[in-house]
């Protein structure tokens, strides 16, 4: 295990259209976030699951984006109708425990860019 | 309403100077704090946090709750040190995260 992977690397895509990411957090992690970070800022919390369960969502996760973690390990986020707006870099996290000072382990991080 | 407040984005220092990276914060209650760092080309990764007391890379950072602040400090500032540091905040309930802006630090040799 090397750590959290994020599928793609990099996206681009036409506004209007549809993207998904992928995350596969370190193994037996329970809890796995989604940040936002756009240049020149830190990354913008998105939303959490606790094992399978999504237990926060930020008011930045518009009706647009759509995340799951079926099976409580790997997870999706979905962008319906792609905006300019949404270009940025999408940051997943994993953390093992129930507690807020768990460490979070990063990815690399999707890059994604609207035309 | 802005969370966590890093005043500078760049900050140079010489080799072997005293480097201090100011970070503010607004929430109620008793928020838990957090220190990361981004060298280049590497991923986000967790400095330290404040409530384990812990100095790392020789860095420390000590919660003043009466100035809401969070600085990072390090008495003698070394190459490697040069990336990018976040502060960050963690909610009362722990299900919500808020990052700074970001601080970019260069240590001059």
């Known amino acids: 295990d090397t750590g959290v992977s994020q599928d793609p690397r990099h996206k681009i895509t036409k506004r209007g259209q549809n993207v998904t990411f992928r995350c596969d957090p370190i193994s037996e992690h329970n809890r796995l976030y989604w940040y936002r970070q756009t240049l020149g800022q830190g990354p913008e919390f998105l939303t959490y699951f606790q094992n399978e369960a999504q237990l926060e969502k930020s008011r930045l996760l518009s009706d647009r984006f759509s995340a799951e973690r079926p099976k409580g390990s790997f997870s999706t986020l979905e962008i319906q109708r792609t905006e300019q707006g949404d270009s940025a870099m999408y940051l997943c996290?994993?953390?093992?425990?129930?507690?807020?000072?768990?460490?979070?382990?990063f990815g690399p991080g999707t890059r994604l860019t609207v035309l | 309403a802005q969370r966590v407040t890093q005043p500078e984005k760049l900050l140079s220092v010489f080799k072997g100077a005293p480097v201090e990276l100011k970070c503010n914060y607004s929430?109620?209650?008793?928020?838990?704090l957090f220190w990361y760092v981004q060298y280049s080309r590497q991923r986000l990764q967790l400095l330290l946090r404040h409530i384990s007391r812990e100095s790392i890379k020789g860095f420390t950072a000590d919660l003043n709750k009466g100035e809401t602040s969070f600085h990072l400090k390090k008495p003698f500032a070394q190459e490697e040190d040069s990336a990018m540091y976040y502060c960050?905040?963690?909610?009362?309930?722990?299900?919500?995260?808020?990052f700074g802006t970001g601080t970019s630090l260069t240590v001059i040799p």
């Open positions: 929430y109620s209650g008793s928020p838990e």
């Open positions: 960050a905040l963690s909610g009362i309930s722990g299900n919500q995260f808020y």
């Open positions: 996290a994993s953390s093992f425990g129930d507690r807020e000072t768990d460490t979070q382990y």
